[in-house]
Every structure is written in C-alpha cells, then in structure tokens.
C-alpha cells in the first residue's frame, strides 16, 4: 500500500463515545468496454472500496473488477492506516450481491454492517407505487409511516408491519409477489437495519460518500465515447482511485522508487 508524504494521525485519533475507528464502503458501476476491432463490448462493472474516517477528513479509494480481490486490499488498507481490529470498522453497503459477504470473507465473518438507509426506504416507496399506484395520497401516506417505522423502530418493527399487512381480495398477482419480495428483503437483512441503536451511537446509515466515490471515479471512465480494454480500465480506474485518495496519498506513490520502463 502506498504511504502517504505526511502522517495522518487522524486515522488513529480519539473517536466520540461509540464511533468507529473507520466506515468501509463497497460499491460498483459499470465500464464501457472495447470489444473485438474495436466494436464495442458489454460494459463491465467496476467496484469501488472506501475507508473513511468519521469526520470524513481521511479517505482512501480502491478499484477492481474483481470483488474478491478488491475486499482483501480494504483489509491490507486498513492496516496500512493503522487500523490493526477490524472489529472497529462498520461497513456500509446498499444490500447488493455480494457485497457483504465479500467483506465477511476478507475482514470477519462478523464485521459490523449497515443496509444503506436510502436504498432500504426506496424498497417502501417502490412497493407502495406498485399497491397504491392510483392514489398518490394512499401512496404517500403509507410509504411514509413505514419509513417512519424503520427508522424509529428498526428492522424487527418494520417487518412485524409487513407481516401484519392484509391485502384485499382481488389484488393484483404482482403486488402480492413485491409484498413476498419487499418482505424477503427485510428479512434477509435483519440484522443490519437497527436503525435506531446505529443513530444513537451516532453512526452514519447512509453511503452517500460510496456512492460519490464510484461517481467521482466513474466519470473518468467513463466519458464521451470512451471504451476501454480491461487492463487499460484497471489502470486508469486505480490511478484516479489514488489521485482522489488525497495529495499526500498522490505525492507518496510519486515518491516510492519505480522501476524504468523495459
């Protein structure tokens, strides 16, 4: 990993009772890629790893088109920053495949992890355009208490209100089978949706940053008429992770001794 040209002690410094050393994002976007004589190519997704600190003053960015690959160097980031107990880490993610389990694998199988608030409210809302789709009042009314639900109560709450929910006779098959969905959903993800403790803690819930990184990193890959091989994406995609990872961080890759050209 590369070092920075200046310490950053921040990684390492006190925390407010009950914050985390640091939060972890994971993420992905999609790669237009150059296929063959230069046709072009399906896209490819890209994932994007974040370790940032609380104040947000600290921020390191990694890419990969390998998930795996990408969730063992947040492990050796962290350390790099002085992280040494991943257990002081809370992970971020938006409830993609994949995800979570990644980090399970590569920092521990009980590492500390919140289903973006965002993502888990626009799973309501959807639902309740789909069931309530010719009354907006309907609509909002019920899409509002059961985010209000969420939030105030937590996960356990909210599925009890799902649960509890009686469709009336005649209702349509596939709003009965995103009721079956919505329901999979929340149970699937239980154990990540407190929101009330993570709150009271003080911890963010959202991954507003992640998905600011995959768009700060994703617009350099993505520009007009742009498509790329992989190994050329790859590099470029870990250059601008660098650049945006601080210039302290950009000046030390500088610095380290390269090898010449062959």
């Known amino acids: 990993m590369v070092q920075p040209t200046q310490a950053e002690p921040g990684w390492t410094g006190p925390r407010e009772a009950g914050q985390p050393t640091a939060y972890v994002g994971l993420d992905a976007f999609s790669v237009p890629m150059q296929g063959p004589g230069a046709s072009q190519a399906k896209h490819r997704m890209m994932y994007t790893a974040l370790l940032y600190t609380p104040d947000k003053k600290h921020t390191r960015y990694l890419v990969d088109f390998e998930l795996d690959t ?12 002085g992280v040494s107990d991943v257990k002081e880490l809370v992970a971020i993610t938006d409830g ?15 590492v500390t992890t919140v289903l973006d608030w965002y993502h888990a409210a626009e799973h309501l809302c959807d639902f309740a355009a789909v069931w309530h789709a010719r009354d907006e009042a309907a609509r909002r009314a019920w899409a509002r208490q059961a ?8 996960g356990e709450a909210l599925l009890t ?17 995103q009721l079956r969905d919505l329901i ?10 407190d929101y ?15 998905e600011a990184g995959c768009k700060v990193i994703g617009e350099r890959l993505k520009g007009s008429g742009m498509r790329w091989a992989e190994d050329g994406a790859a590099t470029v995609g870990a250059l601008r992770a660098l650049y945006v990872s601080g210039p302290k961080l950009w000046d030390g890759f500088w610095a380290q001794p390269h090898r010449p050209a062959a």
Do not use: M
Not at 96 to 110: I, V
Not at 161 to 177: K, S
Not at 184 to 193: D, K, V
Not at 196 to 210: E, F, K, L, N
């Open 161 to 177: 209100h799902l649960q509890a929910v009686v469709l009336p006779a005649g209702t349509r098959a596939d709003v009965r089978e």
């Open 196 to 210: 009330p403790a993570y709150r009271s803690r003080g911890w963010d819930i959202g991954s507003g940053p992640t």
């Open 184 to 193: 999979g959903y929340f149970e699937n993800n239980r154990h990540r949706t």
């Open 70 to 81: 990408l969730a063992a160097q947040v492990r050796a980031l962290a350390g790099a920053c």
């Open 147 to 154: 985010k209000d639900i969420l939030y105030e109560q937590g």
């Open 96 to 110: 993609g495949n994949g995800l979570e389990e990644a980090l399970q694998r590569h920092l521990a199988d009980d």
